[in-house]
């Protein structure tokens, strides 16, 4: 159970275009979903925290123009990127909660994003 | 906001052998502690939690240890294989200001380990 998917895996786009991503939970309901970003042989980066049905909260330095976050279903949260540069290209991760306020989160496989 | 570090950014251990990974935090305030397990190109993979009433938590193969006084944290892991080889993360989460529920996770910096048959 838990099982956390996200779509594409791998993604390759051309610089000024837009990519989205999309973080499923497969077998429960997930009221808050985290996005991260994670560079090369370095940790997790909190980008934003997404709850069902509302905006979602964007960490310090983070633009919430450029990586837009939607989370308009239970079972479901896409991130885009928008305008993508080179400096974009990087592994995005989602994680998910069972319940809001709850410790556990469940972790998506990524997707590897390069911005040619 | 406090950061959670680690001592090691590599390990390198034969197999057979026990590792020790070490994990520093910073923020007194922290309350749950997580270690993860990251293999290349994928998710983060939940291995074992302690909260802060505790200063030791077993699983299989898998020991955390928790010193409060110092704020350090350790993973031990038993008999090594090769399958262990992976990036390993602390996190570590606080309850918000009501008490009631916890707030965002904050990674580690990361250790990699490599166990040599």
């Known amino acids: 159970g838990a099982v956390v998917s996200q779509h594409p895996s791998r993604v390759i786009c051309k610089s000024g275009t837009s990519v989205k991503i999309e973080c499923r939970s497969l077998?429960?309901?997930?009221?808050?979903m985290f996005w991260y970003r994670q560079f090369p042989k370095k940790s997790l980066m909190l980008m934003a925290t997404?709850?069902?049905?509302?905006?979602?909260?964007?960490e310090q330095g983070v633009e919430k123009d450029k990586f837009l976050i939607n989370h308009a279903s239970l079972t479901l949260s896409t991130l885009t990127v928008t305008s993508a540069h080179p400096e974009d290209s990087s592994f995005y991760i989602c994680?998910?909660?069972?319940?809001?306020?709850?410790?556990?989160?469940?972790f998506g496989p990524g997707t590897r994003l390069t911005v040619t | 906001g406090e950061s959670v570090g680690l001592h090691l950014p590599t390990l390198s251990v034969q197999e057979g052998d026990n590792s020790i990974i070490n994990c520093a935090y910073s923020?007194?305030?922290?309350?749950?502690f997580i270690w993860y397990k990251q293999e290349s190109g994928k998710g983060p993979q939940f291995i074992i939690d302690?909260?802060?009433?505790?200063d030791k938590r077993q699983g299989q193969r898998v020991t955390v240890l928790l010193n409060k006084t110092v704020k350090h944290l350790s993973l031990q892991i038993a008999a090594t294989q090769p399958g262990d080889s992976a990036v390993y993360f602390c996190?570590?989460?606080?309850?918000?200001?009501?008490?009631?529920?916890?707030?965002?996770?904050?990674f580690g910096q990361g250790t990699i380990l490599t166990v040599h048959p």
């Open positions: 994680s998910a909660t069972p319940r809001e306020g709850r410790i556990e989160q469940y």
């Open positions: 077998d429960f309901q997930a009221t808050t």
């Open positions: 997404s709850n069902e049905g509302s905006k979602a909260t964007y």
């Open positions: 923020n007194s305030a922290s309350d749950y």
């Open positions: 302690i909260r802060s009433n505790m």
């Open positions: 996190a570590e989460t606080e309850r918000d200001a009501g008490g009631t529920s916890y707030g965002k996770l904050t």
